[in-house]
């Protein structure tokens, strides 16, 4: 039962530095997300897809691209990395919303990024 | 405003006593639901228990049940018989919008719930 993959687990960038974050899942849910925690906050929505080649902003996209060529995998690219984006970053996924599925987002452990 | 407020960020509870953690939210739109999530210290984000909008009952998973007050606009989670497992933080999140068009997820603050032995 792996449900949603994330890797890293951890990582230090330094300022300006890109990386990938990769997520996967094998739920075969078309519904993709990604979310970042700061410190004592709830989540919020980073980028989101509905399908392979179908991506949209969410709440705060600045500095962050998503691609989505496949419905299994849904990376998250950080360019030149700023420490405001010091954070935890949680993939998501979910069926096609239906009133049966209620749109439950199933969660990956998580990556903690630090910016220094 | 927010749209989702958890006025507790901290709370202790003594093992298999029942506890209330408190959620309010915010929104115009009729159609709606509502999520409890558990984050342990581990990290990992837990879904326990749904509510949409348009539910005649209370929703109940085990041990979780919500308690929703639709005029009030609150949807508090109580957690019967508490277990040192259930130390860990809960966040409250709502989807606005009819389920089959809404896909985002607005979340609260939390609440970080310890399981006094």
């Known amino acids: 039962n792996a449900g949603v993959t994330q890797t890293p687990k951890f990582r230090i960038l330094k300022i300006g530095q890109s990386m990938t974050l990769q997520c996967a899942q094998d739920?075969?849910?078309?519904?993709m997300y990604w979310y970042r925690q700061d410190p004592g906050m709830g989540l919020k929505l980073i980028y989101y897809?509905?399908?392979?080649?179908?991506?949209d902003k969410g709440e705060v996209p600045n500095g962050y691209n998503v691609s989505r060529s496949t419905t299994e995998d849904f990376p998250l690219r950080l360019e030149l990395a700023a420490p405001s984006q010091t954070s935890v970053y949680f993939c998501?996924?979910?069926?096609?919303?239906?009133?049966?599925?209620?749109?439950?987002?199933?969660f990956g452990a998580g990556t903690r990024l630090s910016v220094l | 405003a927010q749209k989702i407020t958890q006025t507790q960020p901290g709370m202790f509870v003594q093992e298999k006593e029942a506890v209330t953690l408190d959620c309010t939210y915010d929104?115009?739109?009729?159609?709606?639901?509502l999520f409890w999530y558990k984050q342990p210290s581990s990290g990992e984000m837990i879904f326990l228990i749904y509510?949409?909008?348009?539910?005649?009952q209370n929703a109940t998973e085990g041990r979780y049940s919500l308690n929703f007050q639709k005029a009030r606009k609150s949807a508090n989670l109580v957690i019967s018989a508490s277990q040192l497992g259930d130390s860990a933080m809960y966040f409250c999140?709502?989807?606005?919008?009819?389920?089959?068009?809404?896909?985002?997820?607005?979340f609260g603050s939390g609440t970080r719930l310890l399981v006094r032995p």
């Open positions: 509510q949409g909008s348009y539910d005649q």
């Open positions: 999140a709502m989807r606005e919008g009819p389920t089959d068009s809404s896909y985002k997820l607005i």
């Open positions: 897809s509905v399908g392979a080649g179908i991506t």
């Open positions: 739920m075969n849910h078309n519904y």
């Open positions: 998501a996924s979910s069926y096609a919303p239906t009133g049966v599925s209620k749109n439950i987002q199933y």
């Open positions: 929104t115009s739109d009729p159609s709606y639901g």
